[in-house]
């Protein structure tokens, strides 16, 4: 195995399946997490997924990151327009983040079009779905193969 990716689920994404199918898809968040764990394995790493609703749990799992993990996933869900605390708290490690969203969050409403992470972000991939998670995966894999290489 080349490391460990961590993935981390937002607010209201434990309700994918049922919260907006129309926006957010059909698949549950255990559909998601079995697909990236079957993709990481392919490309010789490990996964381990986390979701909270609260904003201090998601920093806590930012934090204990390093050191554990190689780099993270993220999709932040409505933290991504407003949450500077983690912000900082992705600023203040050194394990790169990839920030993911299912829907395209440019082509929605207004408010949701500018999001104050992904600043400090590697990345962000957004609007492909589920499939958003295993795009930002690949990628996340392509920057470690590329820094450590």
Request: proline content about 0%.
């Given at each position: 195995m080349?490391?460990?990716i961590l993935v981390l689920h937002g607010a209201n994404l434990n309700r994918l399946g049922k919260r907006e199918p129309e926006v957010y898809g059909t698949q549950t968040l255990a559909d998601i997490e079995?697909?990236?764990?079957?993709?990481?394995k392919e490309k010789g790493y490990t996964m381990e997924a986390y979701q909270s609703n609260h904003?201090?749990?998601?920093?806590?799992?930012?934090?204990?990151?390093?050191?554990?993990?190689?780099g993270i996933v993220m999709n932040p869900g409505a933290f991504t327009h407003y949450s500077i605390?983690?912000?900082?708290?992705?600023?203040?490690v050194k394990v790169p983040v990839i920030e993911v969203h299912l829907s395209n969050i440019y082509?929605?409403?207004?408010f949701r079009h500018h999001s104050v992470l992904s600043p400090v972000c590697?990345?962000?991939?957004?609007?492909?779905?589920?499939?958003s998670?295993?795009?930002g995966c690949q990628a996340l894999i392509q920057h470690l193969q590329?820094?450590?290489g």
């Open positions: 080349f490391g460990k079995q697909n990236i764990d079957l993709f990481v904003e201090g749990a998601l920093i806590d799992q930012i934090h204990n990151a390093e050191g554990k993990y190689d605390a983690i912000r900082d708290a992705i600023s203040s082509s929605r409403e207004e590697v990345g962000q991939i957004t609007g492909f779905g589920a499939y998670y295993i795009l590329k820094t450590k």
